[in-house]
């Protein structure tokens, strides 16, 4: 026993020492952040407290939903969150989220105007664009010989065993639904039931349902075929050069994910400042680097973009006519949420 | 002060910190969004019996086996030298230091298509075989992760058996195999009681084993409690009447096992 | 005296499943020196995960609450435990089988099911007594789940325990304190110590409770690795099990040493003294 105690004492010491490591005197305040996990330069919490002297505590979550849950339940106070689109309309149909003051983020002319006032947030005043993206469609050249243009490939027999889908009833259906020529935001049963029944077939010829796994699987060669965010690709083909991306001609999705205040926030004007330096452009380019994703800034973006290869260009910077038939998800009505749950539960069981 | 009232401050911490909020978890059981009762959360019970029957069922077969491999495994150990022992012991909860989404991860490069086990089969010249995203694959999963607890209680329950009992019973003729059934197996129960009871009921809520080694065409219950929670359907009462009607079986399952399994000796595990 | 050792047999089966239990740690730990970000091609050898991580303070704060919050409720919880499960022991059935059944409940109930109750009540209460959700709460909710697990080694430890024992200690004189101590205490000591470990290890290993009690304010190591689910589980938390592992491991290597030399001696001198007169 006395080994055991001894064992654990060694480790609280290590606990100790390195939880002091981490912490740095207070000052001029802080502010609580809360992110997807790796989707920042945590190098520039360093440069943000040298400016300001507030301290950044930083956490992160992995899904849009397990945010909503955890600011549901309460109990904690986050400052600032970085949700995407349909959750920020939705934040802000339940009265969850603060007006920003906008004269406090003076940085905010710094953002492409084409992510401002999106469906998600009309009047703009209760979020910030951090980064923007397409869903698109990674296959491996090596075994899809044919030209794809298409979401087809995704439902095509001939890659049995090959396919992965997004395992989120959301992004799988909108997939489907895209494919079928419909809004991803459609609250039509019909349309939704004609695309559960594509999912069901293609069911048969799936290889699994995944997340985060697509990076490994594909650039492996383990499977053939994902339909996953444009900046991961930029990541994966480093790996695997014979992989491809296109953005299907049906449309996708695109996506911007934006930094809010939650209702009740305790260091609203904090939040404030570090939404207004995550818009500035080195800050922002810096981020981008890091996380691969697009940055909402325009002179950010333009230089972004620049420093990427010619063949990458495109799949960052997509057409605009391409992005024309691609939908930002909106908030949905309770009674349809309730049918993707049910036809989730269905389709996997 | 007498021993008996030792346990008394963990019954406030109890009363505290298990029965209040498993209250709040029945209220919101039977009640809806806007705070009134309801039987709704109940009524679509039916629906989910697929996904309950392949959990149980999959939960049944990995502890099965985590009795087949823990119980030889922790058996050895128990012969070995004391000293060893504690070693021995101690080299079955390491692995759990590593974080489980890790461990489980690293059986996704092992058993995958093109996976290292694949890879060693084809350098020896064997065909490779599919194991990944099927049902074999996520009771794999739930055995390697769940197994040191089937080892662990048998083990310290075997150590404790008096050895002068099985010399009695050599001496009165029994065999190395009678021996075993009539002494050792029997006087061994309560561990393995509680080894099922600590294997089986992580295996059949777990969530991410199903996710990453069955590729998550099918549901386990503890998906589809996670997506109350967590996931797209946020819906906490729909998740904690789910939660509640496994716990219900599942007590009701450990209660029957208990009592058939050796009397009231062992009723301290439920 | 004849030595005590398992079966050539059982040595096979047991070298089979500790191969079975490491070998996903192996893989873990080679992968840990990759140096692309893929789990599965090796892309050629590197320390760079290991400098890169000493740099990245959320990993190492996030380690260090891990540890703190994992020591603490071990301790913690195996004192509470082990007390209270000599209390139920003492008990009458009547009273102490309702009572383990509660307490089971933790072990009982799925994670997430644990994780949320205690979530809500903690919201609940902390609107009343003005607190947050913290490293307290968090604390709170890791001893609440490993108690049961420490209760449910100690008892059949208990229950194989000679109940005279106790009893005979007393009449020669013991008061019941110094039957606890001296008689209780060795028997039962492999359960405690296995409660312990069991403790500490769900400690190490949970994240969804974690996840619901900790606030905004402190973040676990398991929970800083599935947040990054969304995107790549970068190869620096691989390095920095590697690291954990291998301390855990050099330390069992060292105390096994020691306790091999000092039982050595003890043989050493208990053969001295059979062989004098």
Same mark, same amino acid.
């Given at each position: 026993m006395k080994k055991i105690i001894a064992l654990l004492l060694a480790l609280s010491m290590i606990a100790v020492l390195s939880a002091c490591g981490g912490s740095k005197t207070e000052s001029k305040g802080e502010v609580n952040v809360y992110n997807w996990g790796e989707y920042i330069d945590e190098d520039i919490f360093d440069d943000f407290e040298?400016?300001?002297?507030?301290?950044?505590?930083?956490?992160?979550?992995?899904?849009?939903?397990?945010?909503?849950?955890?600011?549901?339940?309460?109990?904690?106070?986050?400052?600032?969150?970085? +949700? @995407?689109?349909?959750?920020?309309?939705?934040?802000?149909?339940?009265?969850?989220?603060?007006?920003? &003051?906008? *004269?406090? /983020?003076?940085?905010?002319?710094?953002?492409?105007?084409?992510?401002?006032?999106?469906?998600?947030? +009309? @009047?703009?005043?209760?979020?910030?664009?951090?980064?923007?993206?397409?869903?698109?469609?990674?296959? &491996?050249? *090596?075994? /899809?010989?044919?030209d794809v243009t298409s979401w087809s490939i995704m439902f095509d027999p001939q890659y049995a065993g090959q396919i992965l889908m997004f395992d989120n009833s959301r992004d799988a259906m909108g997939i489907a639904l895209k494919y079928l020529g419909y809004n991803q935001n459609t609250t039509d049963e019909a349309q939704l039931r004609e695309a559960f029944d594509l999912l069901v077939q293609q069911k048969s010829i799936l290889q699994a349902y995944v997340m985060d796994q697509i990076f490994d699987k594909m650039e492996s060669g383990e499977a053939a075929i994902a339909p996953y965010y444009a900046g991961d690709y930029l990541v994966m083909v480093e790996n695997n050069p014979s992989l491809k991306y296109v953005l299907p001609e049906e449309g996708s999705n695109l996506f911007v994910d934006a930094m809010c205040i939650p209702k009740g926030a305790e260091n609203k004007e904090n939040a404030e400042a570090f939404i207004n330096f995550m818009c500035d452009t080195d800050i922002a380019l810096a981020n981008s680097e890091v996380t691969g994703y697009a940055p909402a800034g325009t002179e950010a973006m333009k230089i972004f973009s620049e420093d990427l290869d010619e063949d990458l260009y495109p799949v960052i910077n997509p057409d605009k006519d391409v992005l024309a038939n691609?939908?930002?998800?909106?908030?949905?009505?309770?009674?349809?949420?309730?049918?993707?749950?049910?036809?989730?539960?269905?389709?996997?069981? | 002060m007498k021993p008996k009232y030792f346990a008394i401050p963990y019954v406030g911490w109890m009363a505290l910190f298990i029965v209040i909020p498993l209250v709040l978890i029945v209220v919101y059981a039977f009640s809806n969004a806007s705070g009134g009762f309801t039987l709704d959360n109940f009524s679509n019970m039916l629906t989910y019996s697929g996904v309950f029957g392949r959990s149980f069922w999959l939960a049944f077969l990995a502890t099965v086996i985590c009795i087949l491999i823990g119980y030889p495994v922790a058996y050895a150990i128990a012969q070995e030298?004391?000293?060893?022992?504690?070693?021995?012991?101690?080299?079955i909860m390491l692995p759990m230091w590593m974080n489980f989404l890790l461990r489980t991860y690293a059986w996704m490069s092992l058993l995958e298509n093109t996976g290292l086990i694949n890879k060693l089969l084809g350098l020896i010249g064997l065909p490779a075989a599919h194991m990944i995203n099927t049902p074999g694959a996520v009771v794999l999963g739930m055995v390697y992760n769940f197994l040191p607890f089937m080892i662990l209680p048998i083990n310290s329950v075997i150590v404790k058996i008096d050895k002068n009992l099985l010399e009695a019973a050599q001496d009165l003729g029994a065999n190395k195999v009678e021996i075993f059934r009539r002494v050792i197996f029997p006087l061994s129960l309560p561990g393995v009681l509680s080894g099922i009871t600590m294997v089986f009921v992580p295996s059949v809520s777990t969530f991410v084993i199903s996710k990453l080694l069955g590729g998550g065409t099918d549901l386990l219950l503890g998906d589809l409690i996670e997506m109350q929670f967590l996931g797209t359907a946020y819906n906490p009462h729909l998740g904690s009447a789910i939660s509640l009607v496994m716990m219900i079986i599942v007590m009701i399952a450990m209660y029957l096992m208990n009592k058939f399994g050796s009397g009231e000796e062992t009723a301290v595990m439920m | 005296?004849?030595?005590?050792?398992?079966?050539?047999?059982?040595?096979?089966?047991m070298i089979l499943v500790y191969l079975f239990l490491y070998a996903p740690i192996f893989v873990l730990i080679v992968f840990s020196f990759n140096s692309s970000k893929s789990r599965s091609v090796w892309t050629g050898f590197t320390f760079k995960w290991y400098t890169e991580l000493f740099q990245d303070s959320s990993i190492l704060s996030s380690l260090g609450t891990t540890l703190l919050v994992s020591v603490l409720s071990a301790l913690i919880a195996t004192l509470v435990g082990t007390i209270a499960a000599v209390g139920f022991f003492n008990m009458k059935k009547r009273w102490s089988t309702p009572l383990l059944s509660v307490n089971n409940i933790p072990v009982m109930n799925a994670d997430i099911v644990t994780g949320v109750s205690l979530c809500l009540a903690f919201v609940a209460a902390g609107s009343f007594l003005k607190f947050k959700l913290g490293f307290g709460t968090l604390l709170i909710a890791h001893i609440t789940f490993n108690i049961p697990y420490v209760i449910l080694s100690v008892m059949p430890k208990l229950q194989q325990m000679d109940k005279?024992?106790?009893?005979?200690?007393?009449?020669?004189?013991?008061?019941?304190?110094?039957?606890?101590?001296?008689?209780?205490?060795?028997?039962?000591?492999?359960?405690?110590?296995?409660?312990?470990?069991?403790?500490?290890?769900?400690?190490?290993?949970?994240?969804?409770i974690s996840y619901f009690t900790a606030g905004s304010k402190v973040q676990t190591l398991a929970m800083n690795i599935y947040s990054m689910t969304r995107k790549r589980i970068s190869p620096k938390i691989n390095a920095v099990s590697t690291l954990l592992f291998l301390v855990v491991m050099i330390l069992l290597i060292i105390v096994n040493i020691r306790e091999s030399r000092q039982n050595a001696e003890a043989e050493r001198k208990k053969l001295k003294a059979a062989s004098e007169p």
């Amino acid at each position: 026993m006395k080994k055991i105690i001894a064992l654990l004492l060694a480790l609280s010491m290590i606990a100790v020492l390195s939880a002091c490591g981490g912490s740095k005197t207070e000052s001029k305040g802080e502010v609580n952040v809360y992110n997807w996990g790796e989707y920042i330069d945590e190098d520039i919490f360093d440069d943000f407290e040298k400016q300001t002297g507030i301290k950044v505590n930083y956490s992160t979550y992995e899904s849009n939903e397990t945010l909503y849950s955890i600011l549901k339940t309460g109990g904690s106070s986050y400052d600032v969150i970085i +949700p @995407s689109d349909y959750m920020i309309s939705r934040l802000i149909s339940e009265d969850m989220l603060e007006k920003i &003051n906008f *004269d406090n /983020v003076p940085n905010f002319s710094l953002i492409d105007p084409a992510y401002k006032n999106l469906e998600y947030d +009309p @009047s703009g005043e209760y979020s910030v664009p951090y980064t923007w993206g397409t869903v698109g469609l990674i296959y &491996n050249g *090596d075994v /899809v010989q044919e030209d794809v243009t298409s979401w087809s490939i995704m439902f095509d027999p001939q890659y049995a065993g090959q396919i992965l889908m997004f395992d989120n009833s959301r992004d799988a259906m909108g997939i489907a639904l895209k494919y079928l020529g419909y809004n991803q935001n459609t609250t039509d049963e019909a349309q939704l039931r004609e695309a559960f029944d594509l999912l069901v077939q293609q069911k048969s010829i799936l290889q699994a349902y995944v997340m985060d796994q697509i990076f490994d699987k594909m650039e492996s060669g383990e499977a053939a075929i994902a339909p996953y965010y444009a900046g991961d690709y930029l990541v994966m083909v480093e790996n695997n050069p014979s992989l491809k991306y296109v953005l299907p001609e049906e449309g996708s999705n695109l996506f911007v994910d934006a930094m809010c205040i939650p209702k009740g926030a305790e260091n609203k004007e904090n939040a404030e400042a570090f939404i207004n330096f995550m818009c500035d452009t080195d800050i922002a380019l810096a981020n981008s680097e890091v996380t691969g994703y697009a940055p909402a800034g325009t002179e950010a973006m333009k230089i972004f973009s620049e420093d990427l290869d010619e063949d990458l260009y495109p799949v960052i910077n997509p057409d605009k006519d391409v992005l024309a038939n691609c939908d930002v998800f909106t908030n949905l009505p309770q009674e349809t949420l309730d049918l993707y749950d049910s036809l989730w539960v269905d389709l996997k069981s | 002060m007498k021993p008996k009232y030792f346990a008394i401050p963990y019954v406030g911490w109890m009363a505290l910190f298990i029965v209040i909020p498993l209250v709040l978890i029945v209220v919101y059981a039977f009640s809806n969004a806007s705070g009134g009762f309801t039987l709704d959360n109940f009524s679509n019970m039916l629906t989910y019996s697929g996904v309950f029957g392949r959990s149980f069922w999959l939960a049944f077969l990995a502890t099965v086996i985590c009795i087949l491999i823990g119980y030889p495994v922790a058996y050895a150990i128990a012969q070995e030298p004391a000293h060893r022992q504690r070693t021995l012991m101690l080299l079955i909860m390491l692995p759990m230091w590593m974080n489980f989404l890790l461990r489980t991860y690293a059986w996704m490069s092992l058993l995958e298509n093109t996976g290292l086990i694949n890879k060693l089969l084809g350098l020896i010249g064997l065909p490779a075989a599919h194991m990944i995203n099927t049902p074999g694959a996520v009771v794999l999963g739930m055995v390697y992760n769940f197994l040191p607890f089937m080892i662990l209680p048998i083990n310290s329950v075997i150590v404790k058996i008096d050895k002068n009992l099985l010399e009695a019973a050599q001496d009165l003729g029994a065999n190395k195999v009678e021996i075993f059934r009539r002494v050792i197996f029997p006087l061994s129960l309560p561990g393995v009681l509680s080894g099922i009871t600590m294997v089986f009921v992580p295996s059949v809520s777990t969530f991410v084993i199903s996710k990453l080694l069955g590729g998550g065409t099918d549901l386990l219950l503890g998906d589809l409690i996670e997506m109350q929670f967590l996931g797209t359907a946020y819906n906490p009462h729909l998740g904690s009447a789910i939660s509640l009607v496994m716990m219900i079986i599942v007590m009701i399952a450990m209660y029957l096992m208990n009592k058939f399994g050796s009397g009231e000796e062992t009723a301290v595990m439920m | 005296m004849k030595k005590r050792q398992a079966s050539p047999l059982g040595r096979i089966f047991m070298i089979l499943v500790y191969l079975f239990l490491y070998a996903p740690i192996f893989v873990l730990i080679v992968f840990s020196f990759n140096s692309s970000k893929s789990r599965s091609v090796w892309t050629g050898f590197t320390f760079k995960w290991y400098t890169e991580l000493f740099q990245d303070s959320s990993i190492l704060s996030s380690l260090g609450t891990t540890l703190l919050v994992s020591v603490l409720s071990a301790l913690i919880a195996t004192l509470v435990g082990t007390i209270a499960a000599v209390g139920f022991f003492n008990m009458k059935k009547r009273w102490s089988t309702p009572l383990l059944s509660v307490n089971n409940i933790p072990v009982m109930n799925a994670d997430i099911v644990t994780g949320v109750s205690l979530c809500l009540a903690f919201v609940a209460a902390g609107s009343f007594l003005k607190f947050k959700l913290g490293f307290g709460t968090l604390l709170i909710a890791h001893i609440t789940f490993n108690i049961p697990y420490v209760i449910l080694s100690v008892m059949p430890k208990l229950q194989q325990m000679d109940k005279h024992l106790v009893d005979a200690a007393q009449d020669l004189g013991c008061t019941w304190s110094q039957a606890f101590v001296k008689v209780i205490m060795p028997e039962i000591m492999p359960g405690i110590v296995n409660g312990a470990i069991i403790a500490f290890t769900m400690s190490v290993d949970d994240f969804v409770i974690s996840y619901f009690t900790a606030g905004s304010k402190v973040q676990t190591l398991a929970m800083n690795i599935y947040s990054m689910t969304r995107k790549r589980i970068s190869p620096k938390i691989n390095a920095v099990s590697t690291l954990l592992f291998l301390v855990v491991m050099i330390l069992l290597i060292i105390v096994n040493i020691r306790e091999s030399r000092q039982n050595a001696e003890a043989e050493r001198k208990k053969l001295k003294a059979a062989s004098e007169p």
